[in-house]
């Protein structure tokens, strides 16, 4: 079958640790949101080619695009994507070209389901060609930042806030279609769970992205400390840095926050669902603990929960679940088992 292993293998190759939460999803939401979650994998890829130039990647990233939303008939072509020197991996490389097979089973799916789907495809890769025109062109030894906060929470919200209405959608239609829950505050709750699980990618990745000139923490706020953009490519500056940098890790933590409430606000019978948006916010909590110790511009020093961590959050969550006390306290916990000032 044109599919096989297109949902199952290669996905556990491309998804890397999210992995575990599509995995337990319910049946019925399963296939659409892994099937989305890979079709935004391949536009990363795209978008993340380095060895590819930037407007060969934009042109791509349009055309798959149309194709995604059915506007286009025609695959798009990405053999130059396949080269050993495109920068992409096996795995991606695969991706790409199972990619009609993707688009295939996209089709299969319900009418709802489908126009869920590219629906926020479009807005992730609206976010992807953005930033790909913003940081694509940035010079060998430069950095360039966002100008302002709102540049940044709506970055946050294209990449990845999104998600959280179109996994709310189809969950809500799906899996719980009928308890009496407040929909206006689940979608925002939901959005504000993405955006704080993408923050904590941006703060983690903070050194690493500098070395690639890109800055994600405006200018605007920047400035306020006396910093400039290429600054930050100094470790020494990280004592600058702080109040900026705690700022948005304050605003992390208070996303991830309303996706702790998110979590807890789906039906307690709904176990699957539950523990697939327990993980990621768990291990973004936590995470937020060790970004607190730093430090934060050291490109050496990579920010991380080791596997005994994890694999202790997975464990914890699982066996709380009949508990509704113990259940609930599970978000102060992980807070406040890592809750140190930054130095």
Request: aromatic content about 8%.
């Amino acid at each position: 079958m044109p599919a096989e292993g297109l949902l199952t293998d290669l996905l556990r190759e491309v998804s890397r640790s999210f992995y575990l939460t599509l995995w337990v999803l319910p049946a019925a939401v399963r296939t659409p949101i892994s099937l989305a979650y890979l079709l935004a994998r391949a536009t990363d890829t795209v978008a993340d080619a380095s060895g590819v130039p930037v407007e060969a990647r934009l042109d791509a990233l349009e055309s798959l695009g149309n194709w995604i939303r059915g506007d286009a008939v025609k695959r798009p072509d990405f053999s130059r994507f396949l080269g050993s020197d495109a920068g992409i991996t096996e795995a991606e490389g695969r991706l790409l070209s199972r990619l009609s097979s993707a688009v295939q089973l996209l089709e299969l799916c319900d009418a709802f389901e489908q126009e869920r789907i590219r629906e926020v495809l479009a807005v992730i890769v609206s976010g992807q060609v953005l930033d790909l025109r913003r940081f694509g062109t940035v010079e060998p030894g430069t950095v360039r930042a966002l100008a302002t906060a709102a540049d940044l929470d709506d970055y946050t919200y294209r990449v990845a806030g999104c998600v959280g209405e179109f996994w709310t959608r189809l969950c809500r239609k799906s899996v719980f279609p009928e308890p009496r829950l407040d929909d206006a505050k689940l979608l925002e709750d939901g959005v504000r769970f993405g955006k704080g699980l993408q923050l904590v990618n941006i703060l983690r990745d903070l050194p690493r992205d500098l070395q690639a000139g890109r800055c994600y923490l405006p200018v605007s706020e920047l400035s306020e400390v006396g910093l400039e953009p290429r600054d930050l490519l100094q470790p020494a500056r990280s004592g600058a840095l702080s109040p900026v940098y705690r700022r948005w890790l304050d605003l992390a933590e208070s996303h991830l926050e309303s996706g702790w409430r998110y979590t807890t606000s789906v039906p307690r019978s709904c176990v699957r669902v539950r523990l697939a948006c327990a993980w990621p916010v768990l291990i973004g909590i936590r995470t937020t603990g060790l970004l607190r110790e730093g430090p934060v511009l050291e490109p050496r020093h990579r920010i991380k929960l080791d596997r005994s961590a994890v694999r202790g959050i997975l464990w914890s969550s699982v066996w709380r679940l009949p508990f509704r006390g113990l259940w609930e306290s599970q978000f102060k916990g992980q807070r406040r088992t890592l809750r140190v000032q930054m130095p």
